[in-house]
């Protein structure tokens, strides 16, 4: 098992420095012979390393970013200067904090940020920079606790919201990031509590509230 893991650890190094090789034969046939380039921090540990393209001295290819006590912060690529491809993020510890991709500078494609246990946090899309597209946001116990869909960087159509223990608490529409329409509100046990409708993000007309055992309530409430 122990030689197993080896091997799988060996392959996996073994490919990533293909990856940055190839991108640093990449730009260096583009730009000319690229520039190594390492700074540390005080102490004497590498705190960057990466590429310079040798004729406008604009970082090319792959860079690594370091914290401190020498864990890896940051495996990035760039063009031209420009945040490029998929970036990963990792805490302190050394786990995965965080996933990205970059066209251009600009964030595009799937995205995935984790907590400290290694279970996601959140993930999604980005398009031209902002959310677009299904969103799901997880508690750390892996429940989910939000999802639904952006629409130009704005919560759009339907959306549920969920507790830590995994009962629904509140469902609805959106447009363009505000409420509107029908909208049922849960207590933590999941039991209806209130529902009714809304307009540009504001309750309006008669809304049903019900007791904790879900019966419905005589009075109602007027906006």
């Not at 392959?11 to 940055?20: A, L």
């Not at 970013?65 to 990963?88: H, Q, V």
Request: aromatic share 22%; proline share 2%.
């Amino acid at each position: 098992m122990y030689c197993m893991m080896k091997w799988r650890t060996w392959i996996q190094f073994s490919v990533s420095m293909i990856k940055r090789l190839f991108y640093l034969l990449i730009f260096s046939i583009q730009f000319g012979f690229a520039q190594y380039k390492v700074s540390y921090y005080q102490g004497g540990k590498v705190k960057s390393e990466g590429s310079y393209s040798h004729k406008d001295s604009l970082k090319q290819g792959p860079w690594r970013y370091y914290y401190p006590n020498g864990k890896l912060n940051l495996d990035a690529t760039y063009f031209n200067n420009k945040n490029y491809g998929e970036w990963r993020y990792y805490n302190t510890a050394g786990g995965l904090e965080k996933v990205e991709n970059w066209v251009e500078g600009v964030q595009q494609g799937d995205f995935a940020e984790y907590y400290s246990n290694g279970k996601m946090s959140k993930s999604g899309k980005y398009k031209n920079g902002v959310y677009e597209g299904p969103f799901t946001s997880y508690y750390d116990n892996g429940k989910v606790k939000n999802k639904g869909n952006y629409k130009n960087g704005f919560p759009d159509g339907r959306w549920e919201t969920y507790n830590a223990a995994g009962f629904l608490i509140e469902e609805g529409n959106y447009v363009n990031g505000q409420q509107e329409g029908y909208f049922r509100f849960y207590n933590d046990k999941g039991i209806i509590q209130f529902e009714g409708n809304f307009s540009n993000g504001q309750k309006t007309g008669e809304w049903l509230q019900y007791d904790e055992n879900g019966k419905q309530k005589k009075k109602k409430l007027s906006y």
